[in-house]
């Protein structure tokens, strides 16, 4: 498999994004982890996932919000395997075009725009579907995860890198915080309801994997970013949001630090193809 760096230009996100956007960007990514990736989502965690997950040249991948492309590109071009993304927002879906177009690899990748409540797929159409650091959007996930199982072949993986909380009545103002999420809203969940959501769509879970010091710093540097540019981005959104978003991940890094927020990478597939399947 070419192990080449990824055809394409990243710094082109830079040219489309606000100037706003690209001093954050800055802040948060070294150029070479930057690939487009508007999440907590690392390369670390991309390349442990092709590896977990048996990625080759002959899987067919559903990415769900697929955002600006970049993830799906670079799995691509990993492992020369095929990724359908499928993203809500019109600029995510032609920024995506543009990237695929730049790695020469539109045979291969192609993101398209729709809701993933309502996957637009033939049944069994897939190998593998995944998500990253996106199910916190979703406020229905079981209508998610039914669709997703739907669509997936017989024995096929659903992998997905979540944010995971577990909060209690004493964590009313951080359930604020977070409920708002960033730029929109967000609905969260521990690990125990994503499995119990998991099992009602039918599915059997293989594994759960737990990132935190990792996600500790990936969330202080979204942080530290909006404090070192808060009076630009008060120019560009109003003291109120600017406040509110170092609030969000202020209240994110606390929690992370008092053993209740985590990052999980939560492996499961759809029972039959041949694999064993268990009762949990």
């Known amino acids: 498999m070419d192990t080449k760096p990824i055809g394409v230009d990243y710094s082109e996100l830079h040219n489309l994004d606000s100037p706003v956007n690209r001093l954050l960007r800055d802040s948060i990514w070294d150029r070479r982890d930057d690939i487009g990736q508007q999440s907590f989502t690392t390369l670390r965690y991309m390349d442990d996932l092709i590896g977990r997950l048996g990625i080759t040249e002959d899987t067919h991948i559903l990415d769900v919000g697929a955002g600006t ?27 995506s075009t543009s990237l695929i177009g730049n790695a020469g690899l539109s045979d291969r990748v192609k993101v398209i725009q729709g809701d993933a409540s309502q996957l637009p797929f033939e049944d069994e159409s897939f190998d593998m579907a995944i998500s990253l650091n996106v199910m916190n959007v979703f406020e229905d996930k079981e209508q998610v995860m039914r669709g997703v199982y739907r669509v997936l072949r017989p024995g096929g993986t659903w992998a997905f890198l979540s944010g995971t909380f577990q909060l209690g009545p004493e964590d009313a103002a951080a359930r604020e915080h977070l409920r ?7 609905y969260y969940d521990s690990l125990e309801e994503y499995k119990a959501k998991l099992r009602a769509a039918g599915f059997s879970i293989d594994e759960a994997l737990e990132f935190i010091a990792d996600f500790w710093v990936q969330v202080s540097r979204w942080r530290d ?40 990478l939560i492996v499961s597939h759809r029972p039959g193809g041949g694999r064993t399947d268990t009762p949990v």
Do not use: M
């Open 225 to 264: 970013a909006h404090r070192k540019h808060r009076e630009v981005l008060i120019e560009d959104v109003g003291q109120d949001t600017t406040d509110y978003h170092i609030a969000y991940f202020d209240t994110y890094v606390s929690l992370i630090e008092q053993g209740k927020a985590a990052n999980h």
């Open 180 to 186: 708002r999420g960033y730029l929109i809203p967000q």
């Open 69 to 95: 492309g970049g993830p799906a590109v670079y799995i691509a071009n990993a492992t020369g395997c095929r990724v359908t993304g499928i993203e809500i927002n019109e600029v995510g879906v032609q920024v």
